[in-house]
Nanobody, 126 residues
């Protein structure tokens, strides 16, 4: 059974930093592209960042230069380092896994991803 478990979300002041983690089990982690999405109440879930099997990264324009996605295949974990946080970054953050034959690319759409975690709440106060 595939499980994705996010952690690291909390309340932080604007300008602060957080590192989210997503631990995967029940799958061959290196065979998956990994992504982070977020959803604020009343809004649709949006893509935040993704990392391909080969390490290539993709970001939502509004987080470029502030967020960094990385992966540790030995630990079956994907991370999202978030710096210079803004109130508009407040959301539930979800990680997702995409079984991908493509070593270089990672999807940026929800439909690309097969498995999802339960989410972790990030709240940025002004």
């Amino acid at each position: 059974q595939v499980q994705l478990v996010e952690s690291g979300g909390e309340l932080v002041q604007a300008g602060g930093s957080l590192r989210l983690s997503c631990a995967a089990s029940g799958l061959t982690f290196s065979a998956y592209a990994m992504g982070w999405f977020r959803q604020d109440p009343g809004k649709e879930r949006e893509f935040v960042a993704a990392i391909a099997r080969g390490g290539g990264t993709y970001y939502l324009d509004s987080v470029k230069g502030r967020f960094t996605i990385s992966r540790d295949n030995a630990k079956s974990t994907v991370y999202l380092q978030m710096n210079s946080l803004k109130p508009e970054d407040t959301a539930v953050y979800y990680c997702a896994a995409d079984f991908s034959k493509n070593f270089i690319r990672a999807g940026t759409n929800e439909q690309d991803y097969h498995y999802w975690g339960q989410g972790t709440q990030v709240t940025v106060s002004s």
